[in-house]
């Protein structure tokens, strides 16, 4: 009885009973009376005592009672509890009367709600409650009868003050038949009025008579103020309930595990409560790899990774790095890793600081291999803490990068042993292009920042943790500079054998029956994804059958949509597969799936035999999984005249086109209407030429780029045709638009402006050429035309027309009839932009005049000119009287002050200057005639002679 | 080198050396004595500027270190002298009469720039 959890009725005896507990306690902080105090301890002992086994509700009771109550010393939670209950509940009004009200109230409080659960159990209530010896009813009443008597005492006392009312109610439930009475008394009237009555006191009061209405319904939320909350943390009702709730469950678990006992035993299963556990957690996690030993991957992938690893030791464990390093160093020579002359080699050399060369692993494969196992085992193993970032986070660049500065750079203080956190990215082809340009400029551009200041293994900036990536993928694009930065690590399939093995293993465990032949068909359906192998274990598990060969074909449960790559989709579509050993696995998934959609059936599968319907069915599973038709009709489009074609009269073309053109109009409707109801359609087409364009030999297949090539095309006509609309004269402009130009003018117009020209210079062409010239300088400037000399890359120099028209209008291949010869274009382009100058200079002098017409009256004269040298072509020589103006004016006018300068000196000097000049010409030819100067080089070579006087004497 | 004595310019009795790093010759082969040689300027700094011929030469003015002495042999009888010692002694008897004092001399020493046209006058 007292280890288990008692039943409700024992249970609502600990309540009651520590009521009275607390009763005894409040009495016994009252000095006025002792009486009480003695006969309480037992009772409220023997209640303690065995609410001691039961629930946290309990023991918290168990703290609110009385320290000198002796079993449980609890001294520190009884001052505090006593303390509120006073403080709250009685507050500042007579402890005595009061605080015994209250009691009663509760009391009652508690009998009523006993009363409704067990009818009239009043007298047995007490005798339950005390096992011991000594405790009996009599004791019991013994102690009502006294607690009666005290409150009587009390109600005279204080009679004079307060107001009848209150006491009376207590004084009532307290009479031993009060319990049974308790009931009734919520039901009689003349309570009522007295609630009423004692509101007038405070709220207190009545209150606690609503808590008593309101008890069952209403949990302890309802007031503070009620005795019952203020004692017990929740009211009592909540209390009850989740006890009753604990039993509940308690016993139906009991009952569940009787019944799974019973069940197991009946299905004879090995163990009952590895079904109990097998329900919880998937088997995928359940036998997960524990050790690297367990790993089901290749090894040399373990081992090169794991060595990755092992190479950031230098930085992330600095005090190890010496043994690491030389264990390492010593793994490496007998692995030779450096002399593999693959593409990637992961080397043991480490940068300035002390990372390994590769900062970042990114492991690629299908899935379900077990990367993710692997990566959080090898890092586990070589002591690192792993973080995981994988598609289901926030992959957004902001989150990345804070992600990985907190991953990379912080380490947790709390753990037991903190480790050294290693990133782990998983699907990562799944990251947004710019997350990944962030962890590229994260592991490479900051190291380099970090690389000019020097400091060694200081600086939050560099990574120094390592970080792997993980993809299905690794060419998905956005993946590209990644692969640049990372090594990258291939992850082969699984062995079959060896997967069938650790199937074997489990479904031992776990009780299947089955064979390995039927787990190597597994493996092979599944493609050695150990994770659906694994489910569809647990999926035969659940449904307590033995796993047979035939189960495991009939299953579709291990396809999943793998997503093939579009030259094995192309190769599928153009190749007929032999039928090999997976070929009765191919007609079970054509016979699975033909249940399905065979409504889908096209024609020929109708009329064909197996093993054209089996081909067709391959060749729409493969291209529905895939998914998108206009590439892969493209594909087809583009290769399917290098097959081998079977009939010469090309009927299978025309079929085959017929289908490529409906796939067209389909595509289009979709595209145009967004109606993706159509969307099935599109894979029929497949089938179609399947079968009349597929052939047992390996297809050449390329890559279809003409749309794309055509496409590039296309927008570079589109800018030529944009650039020579934009500059053409609005009068040609208005005539012509763009297909016009490209279909009708262009073609036509690249012959007019290529007349016979004789390559002379401009003035000996007679009055004819001249006219010609003429006109195609004036043709080119009306189509924005011009030449304009480009360098090839021979050297050479090259006069092309500008926006290149001849790139539209010729084809490949084919070139113009005939050209200019260099000089000749050179000279238009030339006469164009002198010609393009003069009509410019025309409009704005035109316009000057027609603003100012007469400011300017000499300005008229030029404009008029102009157009007249224009007609007859003989602009070369009018070019510089018309086109100068302006400019000639300029230049004269400083040629005249010049000029005026030298005729003033002359003018001047001629009288001054002139005559010097000419005098000392004369002067000069009379010196030449005589004495000039003879210059030596050289140093002074005089020879010193003392000479003395008397020589000269 | 030819030294050149020739009075200075403006002052009464200085007098100066021309020194010049090279020859002057007579094309004609005539006794340099009694010739036109050239012109001396000054210019406005006081550098001197010496054309002879076709040719400008600058040089710079530095005085001596030792001073010299123009000295002026005269041969004769000088009346005093005469007087006082025997007439017959004093007609043979040769004087030294200092004229000048040279204390600066001008030297020419950098290679002179042929003058072409009239250029010259506006220096």
């Known amino acids: 009885m007292d280890e288990d959890f008692p039943n409700p009725e024992e249970e609502f005896e600990m309540m009651y009973a520590d009521e009275l507990a607390m009763l005894q306690e409040m009495e016994e902080g009252l000095p006025n009376e002792p009486v009480v105090r003695k006969p309480a301890p037992p009772t409220v002992r023997r209640s303690l005592d065995f609410c001691g086994s039961s629930s946290t509700q309990i023991t918290d009771v168990i703290s609110s009672t009385p320290a000198n109550s002796g079993v449980e010393k609890l001294s520190a939670a009884s001052p505090p509890s006593r303390k509120r209950t006073i403080d709250d509940i009685f507050g500042d009004i007579d402890d005595i009367e009061l605080e015994e009200a209250a009691e009663g109230h509760h009391l009652s409080g508690k009998s009523s709600k006993r009363s409704c659960k067990q009818t009239v159990v009043d007298p047995t209530f007490f005798l339950d409650e005390d096992p011991g010896p000594e405790s009996s009813h009599g004791k019991e009443m013994e102690l009502i009868d006294r607690i009666n008597d005290l409150r009587k005492k009390a109600f005279m006392e204080c009679q004079q003050g307060h107001i009848s009312s209150p006491t009376s109610i207590n004084s009532k439930p307290f009479d031993h038949s009060r319990l049974k009475a308790s009931s009734s008394i919520t039901k009689g009237v003349p309570k009522w009025p007295f609630v009423s009555v004692t509101s007038e006191l405070g709220d207190r009061v009545y209150v606690r008579l609503r808590t008593e209405e309101y008890m069952d319904e209403q949990c302890d939320k309802v007031s503070h103020k009620r005795g019952q909350s203020g004692l017990l943390r929740s009211s009592f009702s909540s209390l009850k309930d989740e006890a009753l709730k604990i039993l509940e469950e308690k016993q139906e678990s009991i009952i569940a ?27 995928v996690v359940k036998y997960k790899p524990t050790s690297y030993a367990e790993l089901l991957s290749e090894e040399n992938v373990n081992r090169t990774l794991l060595h990755w690893l092992k190479l950031w030791d230098k930085v992330v464990f600095n005090k190890e790095r010496k043994t690491h390093v030389k264990a390492v160093k010593e793994d490496k020579k007998n692995q030779r890793f450096q002399k593999k002359p693959f593409g990637q080699v992961l080397t043991d050399e480490l940068d300035e600081h002390g990372r390994p060369q590769f900062k970042m692993v990114l492991l690629c494969g299908p899935p379900g291999l077990g990367k993710t196992t692997l990566a959080h085992m090898v890092a586990k193993l070589a002591g690192y ?39 782990v990215l998983d699907e990562i082809d799944g990251a947004p292009a710019v997350s990944i340009e962030t ?73 299947i029956k089955t064979d390995l032949g039927a787990m190597l068909a597994l493996c092979e359906k599944s493609q050695n994804d150990i994770r659906s192998c694994l489910s569809l274990l647990h999926y035969f598990k659940s449904q307590n059958r033995s796993v047979r060969l035939s189960d495991i074909h009939q299953s579709n449960v291990g396809q999943k949509d793998i997503q093939r790559g ?71 489009f583009e290769n399917y005249p290098n097959m081998r074609l079977r009939d010469s009269s090309l009927n299978g073309i025309v079929k085959g086109l017929d289908w490529f053109s409906s796939v067209d109009l389909l595509n289009t409707e979709i595209l145009s209407s967004q109606n993706y109801i159509l969307m099935p359609y599109m894979s029929y087409a497949f089938a179609v030429w399947h079968i009349l364009y597929a052939g047992l030999a390996w297809p050449k297949i390329n890559y279809p780029n003409a749309s794309y090539e055509a496409s590039v095309k296309e927008g570079h006509t ?73 360098r090839t890359p021979e050297g050479t120099y090259v006069c092309n027309l500008d926006p290149n028209i001849e790139e539209i209008v010729y084809f490949g291949e084919s070139k113009p009839p005939r050209t200019l010869s260099y000089g000749t274009k050179q000279l238009l382009s030339r006469e164009i932009e002198m010609e393009k100058m003069r009509r410019f200079e025309m409009a704005f002098t035109s316009a000057q005049s027609v603003q100012t017409p007469s400011s300017i009256p000499q300005d008229k004269s030029p404009p008029k000119n102009a157009p007249r040298e224009e007609a007859p072509g003989k602009s070369k020589e009018k070019v510089s009287p018309t086109n100068v103006p302006n400019h000639l004016r300029k230049l004269k006018a400083k040629p005249v002050l010049k000029e005026l300068q030298t005729k003033d000196f002359f003018g001047r000097i001629v009288d001054i200057t002139l005559s010097p000049s000419t005098v000392k010409a004369n002067s000069e030819a009379e010196l030449k005639g005589d004495i000039w100067f003879h210059f030596k080089e050289g140093y002074n070579n005089a020879v010193r002679k003392t000479i003395k006087i008397s020589e000269l004497l | 080198m030819i030294l050149v004595k020739l009075p200075e310019e403006g002052k009464e009795t200085q007098w100066g050396i021309v020194e010049l790093q090279g020859d002057i010759v007579s094309q004609s082969g005539n006794d340099l004595h009694g010739q036109f040689i050239g012109d001396l300027h000054y210019t406005k700094q006081g550098t001197p500027i010496f054309i002879i011929g076709h040719h400008i030469l600058t040089g710079k003015e530095v005085s001596l270190e030792k001073p010299f002495a123009v000295l002026e042999r005269k041969r004769g009888i000088l009346p005093q002298c005469c007087e006082e010692d025997n007439p017959e002694k004093s007609e043979f008897r040769t004087e030294y009469q200092i004229r000048a004092i040279i204390k600066k001399k001008l030297i020419f020493k950098v290679r002179p720039k042929p003058i072409i046209s009239n250029v010259l006058n506006s220096v």
């Open chain 1, 257 to 283: 595990a009787q019944v799974a006992e019973l069940e197991t035993l009946e299905t004879s299963e090995s163990a009952s409560s590895k079904t109990h556990d097998g329900n919880n957690n998937l088997w």
């Open chain 1, 385 to 423: 803490n792993v973080v995981e970032v994988n598609a289901s986070d926030d992959r957004t660049p902001e989150a990345f990068h804070t992600q990985l500065q907190a991953a990379t750079q912080m380490k947790s203080v709390m753990g037991k042993e903190p480790r050294p956190n290693c990133l």
């Open chain 1, 439 to 511: 962890l590229i400029k994260f592991v490479s551009g900051k190291n380099v920042g970090k690389g000019k200041g020097k400091k060694k293994d200081a600086g939050p900036g560099i990574l120094k943790r390592p970080v792997i990536c993980i993809c299905n993928d690794p060419y998905v694009p956005a993946l590209r500079s990644l692969r640049q930065q990372a090594f990258v690590l291939h992850f082969p399939p699984t062995a079959s054998e060896r997967l069938a093995s650790r199937l074997m293993t489990i479904s031992r465990k776990q009780g």
């Open chain 1, 566 to 636: 579009l030259f094995s989709v192309w190769q599928e579509v153009f190749q007929i597969q032999r039928s090999k050993g997976g070929f009765t696995q191919a007609a079970a998934n054509a016979v699975a799936r033909s249940k399905a959609n065979s409504s889908n059936q096209t024609p020929e599968m109708k009329s064909g035999d197996s093993a054209i319907a089996a081909r067709i069915q391959r060749v729409l599973n493969t291209v529905q999984s895939h998914g998108d038709y206009n590439r892969l009709a493209q594909g087809v």
């Open chain 1, 718 to 790: 589109k800018q030529i045709i944009g650039e020579l609309v934009k500059g053409m004269s609005p009068s040609v402009r208005v005539n012509c638009n763009e297909t016009q130009l490209i279909m009708e003018i262009l073609p036509l117009l690249l012959d007019v402006i290529v007349p016979n020209f004789r390559p002379v210079s401009l003035q000996l062409y007679s009055s004819q050429e001249k006219k010609d010239f003429c006109s195609v300088v004036s043709t080119m400037i009306d189509y924005n035309l011009t030449y304009v000399q480009e």
